[in-house]
């Protein structure tokens, strides 16, 4: 295994003890990871949104190869905006 997907930390999932770990020949792992596609990406706001996507980028960052992508299955009542902004934010975040 080389990687995680679908990392929902309301479900006591934690980032900072994942990128902590490696694979058998002592890579970093590839984790897809992001908002919380059941709270934050449909019905939170922007600011909650780009706070989960700072925490997950701050975490990862020099610890594993990060995607960022919706914590699970985007539900149908997500906003397209949201996804959009998700992604133009997680951009913009990274290049700070």
């Not at 996804?83 to 133009?88: F, G, I, N, S, T």
Request: charged letters at 25%; glycine letters at 8%.
């Amino acid at each position: 295994m080389t990687g995680f997907q679908g990392l929902q930390w309301e479900y006591g999932v934690q980032l900072e003890e994942i990128v902590r770990k490696r694979t058998k020949t002592g890579a970093k792992l590839t984790i897809f990871a992001g908002p919380s596609s059941s709270g934050s990406l449909p019905f939170g706001s922007l600011k909650d949104m780009r706070s989960e996507i700072e925490h997950f980028m701050d975490v990862g960052r020099d610890r594993c190869a990060l995607f960022i992508l919706p914590a699970n299955d985007v539900l149908p009542d997500t906003p397209v905006e949201n996804l959009v902004a998700m992604h133009k934010y997680a951009a913009d975040y990274w290049m700070k």
